[in-house]
Protein backbone atom coordinates (compact mmCIF):
# COMPACT_ATOMS: atom_id res chain seq x y z
CA UNK A 1 0.00 0.00 0.00
CA UNK A 2 2.91 2.47 0.67
CA UNK A 3 4.75 2.03 -2.65
CA UNK A 4 1.22 2.32 -4.52
CA UNK A 5 0.78 6.04 -2.38
CA UNK A 6 4.45 7.04 -3.54
CA UNK A 7 3.87 6.30 -6.99
CA UNK A 8 0.28 7.80 -6.84
CA UNK A 9 1.71 11.08 -5.62
CA UNK A 10 4.18 10.67 -7.72
CA UNK A 11 1.95 10.98 -10.95
CA UNK A 12 0.09 13.14 -9.63
CA UNK A 13 2.43 15.69 -8.94
CA UNK A 14 4.22 15.23 -12.62
CA UNK A 15 0.66 15.87 -14.30
CA UNK A 16 0.36 18.86 -11.62
CA UNK A 17 3.57 20.56 -12.56
CA UNK A 18 2.33 19.62 -16.79
CA UNK A 19 -0.67 21.20 -16.54
CA UNK A 20 0.61 24.25 -14.90
CA UNK A 21 3.53 24.69 -17.19
CA UNK A 22 1.57 24.26 -19.98
CA UNK A 23 -0.96 26.66 -18.91
CA UNK A 24 1.41 29.19 -18.35
CA UNK A 25 3.96 28.83 -21.36
CA UNK A 26 2.37 26.48 -23.83
CA UNK A 27 -0.90 27.04 -24.11
CA UNK A 28 -2.28 30.08 -26.00
CA UNK A 29 -3.39 32.67 -23.72
CA UNK A 30 -6.37 34.44 -22.79
CA UNK A 31 -7.53 37.51 -24.55
CA UNK A 32 -9.19 40.17 -22.32
CA UNK A 33 -10.96 43.34 -24.36
CA UNK A 34 -11.44 46.33 -21.80
CA UNK A 35 -13.59 48.87 -22.44
CA UNK A 36 -11.05 51.24 -23.92
CA UNK A 37 -10.76 49.26 -26.65
CA UNK A 38 -7.23 47.93 -25.49
CA UNK A 39 -6.46 44.06 -25.92
CA UNK A 40 -4.49 42.25 -22.75
CA UNK A 41 -2.92 38.44 -23.43
CA UNK A 42 -2.90 36.60 -20.05
CA UNK A 43 -2.52 33.10 -19.17
CA UNK A 44 -5.36 31.16 -17.74
CA UNK A 45 -4.83 31.53 -14.05
CA UNK A 46 -6.99 28.67 -12.88
CA UNK A 47 -5.29 26.12 -14.81
CA UNK A 48 -2.14 27.19 -13.73
CA UNK A 49 -3.25 27.31 -10.02
CA UNK A 50 -5.15 24.06 -10.36
CA UNK A 51 -1.66 22.51 -11.51
CA UNK A 52 -0.11 23.81 -8.50
CA UNK A 53 -2.55 22.47 -6.29
CA UNK A 54 -2.52 18.75 -8.37
CA UNK A 55 1.37 18.99 -7.66
CA UNK A 56 1.45 19.98 -3.94
CA UNK A 57 -0.90 17.33 -3.52
CA UNK A 58 0.72 15.14 -4.75
CA UNK A 59 4.01 15.96 -3.43
CA UNK A 60 2.47 16.02 -0.08
CA UNK A 61 1.01 12.11 -0.80
CA UNK A 62 4.35 10.66 -1.60
CA UNK A 63 5.88 12.26 0.91
CA UNK A 64 3.58 11.12 4.16
CA UNK A 65 3.61 7.72 2.22
CA UNK A 66 7.55 7.79 2.00
CA UNK A 67 8.12 9.48 5.99
CA UNK A 68 5.33 7.15 7.49
CA UNK A 69 6.55 4.19 9.25
CA UNK A 70 4.88 1.06 10.45
Known sequence: MRAVLII???V????????AY???FVAPPAF??????????????WRI???LV???A?????FCAARRRA
Do not use: C, K
Not at 32 to 45: D, F, Q, S, W
Open 54 to 56: LLV
Open 58 to 62: GLLIA
Open 22 to 24: RAA
Open 8 to 10: VGI
Open 12 to 19: LAATGGVI
Open 32 to 45: IVNPEGAVHELPNI
Open 49 to 51: MGG
